[in-house]
């Protein structure tokens, strides 16, 4: 893995954001064909959510939408719909918003006689980052992994074995990489860095116990075939703690591949 850093990272730190509103169907947003976001909604929500973890380095990206039936359905819902814009903010400034990129964009509605699964919506913008970051895009074709599902299963029990056990210092080391590349490409401080880690282990230590990951968990390949990840039928993350005592919940989302040269899955 290779992380580099422009002269100017310190004080120009765009950071780019998908604004976006959807209704009645489960979506999942990707940029350069990295997984950043999914959600399975049953109503309709308006929000944003950061994009730079799919922005690997100046230039053209791509983000392409994909909207599905809501969880347990087969065809999209009627009334599903999808609509997005781009913002950029300056992390440098307290994410003082600094423009939106041009382009106001949809999925096309859905024609109910049709009966479709799923509508699809790509756009591409250019950004500039002040960094460029190596990390999975040589890995190994997870395509031709035999048995991946159940190599992934394995891997996940170990995580959140170690998750309720609280071994903080092994799980750094799993998720070294990852913080890495999160703490450049989202501009945090060490402190912020270490907090990611600390606070989620803080909660878990409260109570929280590991929801069973199902067996009918889907196996997603993304990031061009080098990543990959377990979700929910509902599309939610497969590692979900619950405390049932204060009736919450705490979803861990992990990304994995294979680094070139090895043969197990690391967390990236």
């Known amino acids: ?70 969880a347990g359905q087969k065809v999209l819902n009627p009334n599903a719909q999808f609509s997005y814009n781009i913002k950029v903010f300056d992390a440098a400034n307290n994410l003082h918003f600094k423009e939106q990129l041009p382009g106001e964009y949809a999925v096309e509605k859905v024609d109910p006689a049709k009966k479709k699964s799923f509508l699809t919506h790509t756009a591409t913008f250019n950004a500039e980052v002040p960094y460029t970051v190596m990390a999975y895009q040589t890995a190994t074709d997870l395509g031709s992994v035999g048995g991946l599902k159940d190599k992934l299963l394995g891997t996940y029990q170990q995580l959140a ?46 109570g929280y116990k590991l929801e069973p990951i199902p067996a009918n968990a889907i196996l997603k390949i993304f990031g061009n075939g080098k990543l990959a990840t377990l979700v929910r039928p509902d599309g939610e993350p497969a590692l979900i703690f619950k405390n049932e005592k204060d009736n919450e919940e705490l979803a861990l989302e992990f990304t994995f591949y294979i680094p070139v040269g090895k043969t197990d899955l690391e967390i990236i």
Not at 170 to 197: C, F, G, H, P
């Open 161 to 206: 074995d170690l998750i309720v056990k609280g071994d903080l210092e092994q799980i750094k080391k799993l998720i070294a990489n990852r913080e890495s590349i999160a703490a450049v490409t989202m501009y945090l401080s060490k402190e912020e860095s270490d907090n990611r880690l600390t606070g989620m282990l803080g909660n878990l230590k409260s």
């Open 1 to 70: 893995m290779k992380i580099k850093k422009t002269a100017s990272y310190a004080t120009v730190q765009p950071y780019y954001q998908v604004d976006f509103s959807a209704a009645f169907c489960l979506f999942e947003i990707r940029v350069n064909d990295v997984l950043v976001f999914t959600l399975n909604l049953e109503g309709q929500t308006s929000t944003s959510i950061p994009i730079n973890s799919g922005i690997p380095q100046s230039g053209k990206q791509q983000v392409t939408i994909k909207v599905l039936p809501i």
